[in-house]
């Protein structure tokens, strides 16, 4: 059977946790942060998981992650 190819726009944005969950980060931090509120730049400094609906697509995009 053939190696399968990494999705290299997923492999950027999203990695796997240890119990095999899809992270990501937040959108919208890069800039015009001035009118956001400390409490939301803050929480977007952590990463989320993805949501169920989306993981396992998600997970044939890094089958090697």
Do not use: C
């Not at 059977?1 to 990695?15: E, F, G, I």
């Not at 095999?20 to 937040?26: A, D, F, N, Q, T």
């Not at 509120?37 to 995009?61: A, H, I, N, P």
């Amino acid at each position: 059977m053939p190696k399968l190819k990494t999705n290299k726009a997923v492999k950027k944005r999203m990695w796997l946790t240890k119990k095999g969950r899809v992270k990501r980060g937040y959108t919208g931090k890069r800039h015009i942060l001035t009118k956001k509120s400390r409490k939301r730049k803050r929480v977007m400094r952590q990463g989320t998981l993805v949501d169920k609906t989306f993981e396992k697509s998600m997970k044939r995009m890094l089958p090697y992650g």
